[in-house]
């Protein structure tokens, strides 16, 4: 159907640009601001961050809206495993949307100085809910594939789906009020992040 493919194709533009954007402010920009001299990293804060942030904002807003879209084309409930799958990616891609327009977005425009706050209070709750959508972009990856080439390989039963679930919203609740944890590193998110996917994909496959 012409339809469903124009939304896919959004859908996967749309990510790629949400994604990339996230990989880019944790795997590049923190890093360089760690490291960046008061002059240059005031620069940056005025003039590129801003701009990165709203290609960043804006993608996962039309990955999200196109991914409502596709939720209407596909006959998920004609398979179980498929079900599943994009049930699981569904929820993990909804968090790290809501992360971004409700966590990670208001908390940046304090410490980018464009509304008043507790600039220090809100940049740690901007990293960890970045950090956190970094964690849960291994997973949502998976249930973006796994429903196209993993759905035949082992049964999913709905325990298994409930536990990778609520093992979802339990870390999502540390995004909002707990700590880094490993995920302060960019070794450590990205290690978690694999590890995570190979979780809940157990999880999803043999309990």
Not at 19 to 25: N, S
């Amino acid at each position: 159907m012409i339809v469903e493919f124009i939304f896919r194709w959004f859908h996967v533009l749309a990510g790629i640009v949400w994604i990339g954007m996230l990989y880019y402010f944790n795997f590049v920009q923190t890093e360089y601001f760690k490291e960046a001299e008061a002059g240059a990293k005031a620069d940056a804060m005025k003039k590129l961050a801003p701009r990165a942030l709203k290609w960043f904002r804006y993608g996962a807003l039309v990955t999200f809206l196109t991914g409502l879209g596709l939720l209407h084309f596909v006959n998920a409930f004609a398979n179980a495993n498929i079900t599943a799958l994009i049930l699981m990616g569904a929820l993990t891609g909804t968090l790290m949307f809501l992360n971004v327009w409700l966590v990670i977005w208001p908390k940046q425009k304090i410490v980018l100085g464009m509304k008043e706050g507790d600039g220090p209070a809100a940049a740690a709750k901007a990293g960890l809910a970045s950090r956190t959508n970094t964690l849960f972009s291994g997973p949502m990856l998976l249930g973006m594939l796994g429903s196209q080439s993993l759905s035949s390989m082992t049964p999913v039963s709905t325990t298994g789906l409930t536990a990778a679930c609520g093992l979802i919203i339990l870390l999502e609740l540390n995004a909002l009020f707990g700590r880094m944890g490993p995920m302060a590193s960019v070794v450590g998110v990205v290690h978690m992040s694999i590890l995570l996917t190979g979780v809940i994909w157990a999880l999803l496959a043999y309990l």
